[in-house]
């Protein structure tokens, strides 16, 4: 497995809360992203980045927030939590320079807002 | 704007059955396009891609420009091969897009 680590794993929080969860990867891949998985909607993209400090929206990035101070860790921040965003969200990479086009998943961060 | 299509939320097939998961993809240039597999309590990981032309456990999937399908198929469905599949899509140097997903169950 590439070497991504997502943490929290499980995270309950309440409605209005900010929640961050952490991806750290060691594999020096320039690309990272964030994408949230729901039933009936498959893998949506949240944001990415395509480098330090360098940042874009994905599809569903209303009430998200990056951020990327290392090459390592892409944080992703819930400002205010809202039960629209009980999810399993994955972070993933890629290496823009191997032309494969590949993304090396986490295992992912169970999210639940009550 | 790019978009993948999985008709099917669920596929279930009998073990050493033919399977076809079908995905079909809308982008006015020329995508690149994948298959990912998230098998139960693993991480999503890549299957194949088309540029490739590979088989990997016995899966296959052309690329049909005309139809504009990418569908995946195996001539003889094994108990293994239960998971989640989704079809991607990626315009070159961008981001990927997902379809919804189709769960295939094979019974034995």
């Known amino acids: 497995d590439a070497g991504i680590t997502q943490s929290p794993r499980h995270k309950v929080t309440e409605t209005g809360t900010p929640v961050t969860l952490r991806c750290h990867q060691t594999?020096?891949?320039?690309?990272m992203y964030w994408y949230r998985q729901d039933p009936g909607h498959g893998l949506r993209l949240i944001h990415y980045?395509?480098?330090?400090?360098?940042?874009d929206k994905g599809e569903v990035s209303d009430g998200y927030s990056v951020s990327r101070s290392k090459t390592e860790d892409f944080l992703l921040t819930l400002e205010s939590a809202t039960s629209s965003q009980t999810s399993v969200y994955f972070c993933?990479?890629?290496?823009?320079?191997?032309?494969?086009?590949?993304?090396?998943f986490g295992e992912g961060s169970r999210l639940t807002v009550l | 704007a790019q978009r993948v299509t999985q008709p099917e939320k669920l596929l279930s097939v009998f073990k050493g059955a033919p399977v076809e998961l079908k995905c079909n993809y809308s982008?006015?240039?020329?995508?690149?396009l994948f298959w990912y597999v998230q098998y139960s309590r693993q991480r999503l990981q890549l299957l194949l891609r088309?540029?490739s032309r590979e088989s990997i456990k016995g899966f296959t999937a052309d690329l049909n420009k005309g139809e504009t399908s990418f569908h995946l198929k195996k001539p003889f469905a094994q108990e293994e091969d239960s998971a989640m599949y989704y079809c991607?899509?990626?315009?070159?140097?961008?981001?990927?897009?997902f379809g919804k997903g189709t769960m295939l169950l094979v019974s034995p």
């Open positions: 980045s395509y480098g330090v400090k360098d940042t």
């Open positions: 991607a899509l990626s315009p070159r140097y961008s981001t990927l897009t």
């Open positions: 088309h540029i």
């Open positions: 982008y006015s240039g020329s995508p690149e």
């Open positions: 993933a990479i890629s290496d823009p320079d191997s032309n494969t086009g590949e993304l090396f």
């Open positions: 594999e020096n891949h320039r690309y």
